[in-house]
């Protein structure tokens, strides 16, 4: 069975830092790449980041670049996203997502989902 578990989302102040993790089980976690969603109450979910399968290349929404570091280690099945400088507008459940293809932004064609952190960036 798979799962998917995040955690690491809380309270923070802006200017602030969270580090999420992802903790996976039930995949072979190097043959999968991985994505960061959100979604802040009343809209879509979007894409923030991902990490490669393949060659581990990394992938940032504009609103993130600079600001969040995507990574992985394969020992521990884990993903992580760091999140430096954060802003109000970062407030939003943040999921972790599997997909088998190499990267894909596209939230509705990853396979395997968590059930989310709430962040919230206080202003």
């Known amino acids: 069975q798979v799962h998917l578990t995040e955690s690491g989302g809380g309270l923070v102040q802006a200017g602030g830092s969270l580090r999420l993790s992802c903790a996976v089980s039930?995949?072979?976690?190097?043959?999968?790449?991985w994505g960061w969603f959100r979604q802040a109450p009343g809209k879509d979910r979007e894409f923030v980041s991902a990490?490669?399968?393949?060659?581990?290349?990394?992938y940032y929404a504009d609103s993130v670049k600079g600001r969040f570091t995507i990574s992985r280690d394969a020992a521990k099945n884990t993903v992580y996203l760091q999140m430096n400088t954060l802003k109000p507008e970062d407030t939003a459940v943040y999921y972790c997502?599997?997909?088998?293809?190499?990267?894909?932004?596209?939230?509705?064609?990853?396979?395997?989902w968590g059930q989310g952190t709430l962040v919230t960036v206080s202003s």
């Open positions: 997502a599997a997909d088998h293809r190499q990267f894909n932004t596209k939230a509705d064609e990853y396979e395997y």
């Open positions: 039930g995949l072979a976690f190097s043959s999968y790449s």
């Open positions: 990490v490669s399968w393949r060659d581990l290349s990394t």
